[in-house]
């Protein structure tokens, strides 16, 4: 067991619990873009959180129709609801708050919101449903929301950027899914503390966690970072990454304990949802790059679980067809999972397909897809979408484009993704490995790679399909697609600012430190983009590069894509600018400790 691990404090000043009140209308010709559900305790009804329309959908298993829906907020992200199925909580990822919602057996109401904080994500419910926990993702919190009062009462800082939260079966704990720090946190509920950070060591991507029955032992699916660069027979190997199943005993008494999910030449992309059942003899895992959902029997035979990083492709053992390894193909994009009560049918919110689908798990059989509607022809955005998702597109379906740009902004990792025109076999730190940058305005702040190089975004695109991920060469089609999606990328509301968008006292001063030639800023991050699309020396080059300098990086959003610099070697924005990125080797001369400060408190404002 290990101590929390720090976290970074933005100074998010969320002052009002109780949101202001505000109109939201529903869209029927949107994409609906299911991304989280939640199941009724008799297994009768779904509650959906659509992130594509901003709406939560009530849906009838039996009828397998939507008996009522109604507009919530800016991109839901997570849904819960109670044990009585009268009360749903979902979270707005763009929108910082949750709303709450009177449920009844055909109608959805929003009966109240409460601000949380920037970026919130997962959502639980305590056994009487009277207390909700929310994992508030940029600012590296679980909140506590009392229902009644609509008050939030009690933060804890957690891992960096939780996404996934479960309760444990005694409803005594909650363990949360940190995405960009490898590790889950325990909280113990009673006590509103953190019991420990448990670390998950080279496994991102964290998404949907689980307990397993008897509440000592959390899941979750999640990638596998293996550090080489991204050659056809590296990927191949599962020497680039790959996708895991991991469980973790909640006291920290023993170590993390993987399945490695990926066969050779068939691989499994983009692993997101993890549901296991009641009994904890059926597991299920979604894996939304590869149109699937992965259904593992742990009664009978054992699984092969393995400690820490397991092997880099599938237990052969899984592959005897013995019933403990099955794929489901269901087409779309499957992300949060959910076990009927039996543990015999397996529900998936399909976010590409636009549907909840049941899977039987006795045939691993897709039995049932109930459409929640929205457009049926698919646009050039939500074309370039799904290729945007589809891990098919590389080499043996090992990764998409999601993987690494998790969500169109970045999981935080770094790798040689091989198009900056070096690479060093000789030893395991292959030097060449670069950090994965943000997609939001990527349409608006070229040139492109950190180079510079690049001055097509089309070409750019060709260039990851090609090579960072080996795959087939995308059509003129193909690729006009991806960058018409590309370009709907933008940042979420900027929690580093006042309730009106205005600056505090300590950013206008840093603002004022960041246009003076002593901070050298504007050198290059000038302009509407805070880049000015020019390569620069800046010190930090190798002298193996065979493309000299960097395109400085848009400062928009710069709170929230640490690591710094182009190898992550910075992580955070103070490293960077009191180490290798200080105003003194960049034609600037030192800061006061005031002065940092402020210049911090603009650029977090960004």
Known sequence: ???????????????????????????????????????????????????????????????????????????????????????????????????????????????????????????????????????????????????????????????????????????????????????????????????????????????????????????????????????????????????????VRVDGKTPVEVISLDPKGKAVGDVHGVAISRDGKHIAVSAGGTHEVLLLRADGTRLPWRDKVGRDLISPELLNNDGRYRRVMVGGRPTELAFSPDGLTVYAANYLDDSIQAIDFASARLVKTIDLGGPKTLSLTRRGEALFHDANRSSNSWYSCNTCHSDGHTNGLDFDTMNDGWHDYSTAHLLSRKKVPTLRRVAQTGPWTWHGWQTSLDEATIESFTKSMQGKRPSAAESKAVVAFLATLDFPRNPNRDQDGGLSTAAKRGEQVFRSSKAACVSCHSGPEFTDGKVHEVGLEDSRDVYRGFNPPSLRGVYDKDPYLHDGRAKTLRDALNGPHNPEDLGGSALSLTEMDDLIAYLKSL
Not at 85 to 111: E, F
């Open 1 to 247: 067991m290990t101590c929390p691990r720090s976290a970074l404090l933005l100074g998010f000043a969320f002052l009002s619990a109780v949101a202001p009140a505000r109109s939201a209308t529903l869209n029927p010709e949107a994409y609906r873009s299911p991304i989280a559900l939640a199941l009724s305790a008799d297994s009768s009804r779904l509650l959906v959180a659509n992130q594509g329309s901003g709406s939560v959908a009530l849906v009838d298993l039996k009828s397998g129709t939507v008996v009522a829906e109604v507009a919530t907020g800016d991109r839901p992200a997570g849904v819960a609801l109670s044990a009585d199925g009268r009360t749903g909580v979902v979270s707005h990822w763009y929108g910082s708050d949750v709303a709450i919602l009177a449920v009844s057996t055909d109608a959805l109401k929003v009966t109240g919101r409460v601000e949380v904080g920037p970026e919130p994500r997962g959502v639980a419910l305590s056994a009487d449903g009277k207390t909700a926990y929310v994992a508030i993702g940029a600012s590296n919190e679980v909140a506590r929301v009392d229902l009644a009062t609509k008050a939030l009462t009690g933060r804890l800082t957690v891992g960096r950027e939780p996404r996934g939260l479960a309760i444990s079966p005694d409803g005594t704990r909650l363990v949360t899914g940190d995405a960009r720090s490898e590790s889950m946190t325990v909280i113990s509920l009673g006590a509103w503390k953190v019991e420990c950070s448990l670390p998950l060591v080279g496994c991102a991507n964290l998404r949907q966690v689980a307990f397993g029955p008897d509440g000592k032992e959390a899941y979750v699916a999640n990638m596998q970072n293996r550090g080489m660069a991204t050659t056809e027979s590296n990927i191949d190997l599962g020497w680039v990454l790959g996708q895991r199943l991991s469980r």
